[in-house]
C-alpha cells in the first residue's frame, strides 16, 4: 500500500510543500495527514520562512480521505496533531501564523476543499474539478466545510454544494469566490511555476 508523505522545498522565504500520494490520487491517508501537520509547524516556527505554497504531486489536488484508515479518528472525535504539527484546518490548537497560497488541479474533493478554505489565496487550474461530497457517503463535513464554505462563498452558493454533493468547476469555483485565480491554461505542476527568490 502506497503511504503518503510531504515533499518540502524551501525557494528563498518560500516552503513549497508537496502532498505526494500520488498513486491513490493523493487521498489522505494518516502518514499523509502527520506530514503535511508537521509541515505546517516547520513553516510556523521558521523565522526565515514568510509564507507556505501548497500543492499536490500527480494530475490530482486530493480525492478525499482515506476513509477506512479515518473510521477510528472519526469514531474518537478529536483530531490527532503530531508533536511539533499545526492543524492546516485550523479547528485545534495554535492557528498558522503565516500566510498559505494552495495551488491545485484534477480532482479537489472533501479535505481538499477544506484545506484551500483554511488558506489565504487560492488558485485553480482550469481543469480542477470540486466536490464536498460527503452528504453523498452519508457523512458530516468534519474539516470545517459547514462554516467556511458560506462564509467565503456566501450561504446560497456554498448550500448548493454541500447539499447535493455534485461536483463543479473551477470556472464556478471562481465565480462563488473559493478560488481568486483560475488560468485557462492548466498547469501540470506547481514546480514548473516561478517563485520570487
Not at 486530493?62 to 492543524?87: C, R
Request: contains cysteine.
Amino acid at each position: 500500500m502506497t503511504t503518503g508523505t510531504v515533499s518540502l522545498d524551501r525557494r528563498g522565504h518560500v516552503l513549497v510543500i508537496g502532498l505526494d500520494r500520488a498513486a491513490k490520487r493523493n487521498a489522505f491517508d494518516l502518514p499523509l495527514w502527520d506530514a503535511l501537520c508537521r509541515a505546517y509547524g516547520e513553516l510556523d516556527r521558521d523565522p526565515a520562512l514568510r509564507v507556505g505554497v501548497l500543492h499536490a504531486h500527480g494530475d490530482h489536488f486530493t480525492g478525499g480521505l482515506d476513509l477506512p484508515q479515518w473510521a477510528p479518528v472519526f469514531a474518537s472525535g478529536q483530531w490527532h496533531i503530531p508533536d511539533g504539527g499545526v492543524d492546516p484546518l485550523g479547528l485545534t490548537g495554535p492557528r498558522l501564523q503565516k500566510p498559505i497560497v494552495a495551488a491545485v488541479q484534477g480532482v479537489c474533493l472533501t479535505i481538499g476543499i477544506e484545506l484551500l478554505l483554511a488558506t489565504d489565496l487560492r488558485i485553480a487550474a482550469g481543469s480542477t474539478r470540486f466536490g464536498q461530497i460527503e452528504i453523498k457517503r452519508g457523512i458530516y463535513p468534519v474539516g470545517g466545510a459547514t462554516l467556511r464554505f458560506p462564509r467565503e462563498c456566501g450561504w446560497a452558493n456554498a448550500m448548493r454544494w454541500l447539499l447535493t454533493g455534485d461536483e463543479f468547476d473551477a470556472a464556478e469555483a471562481l465565480r462563488i469566490g473559493l478560488v481568486q485565480r483560475s488560468p485557462r491554461r492548466a498547469r501540470s505542476s506547481i514546480a514548473r511555476w516561478r517563485w520570487p527568490r
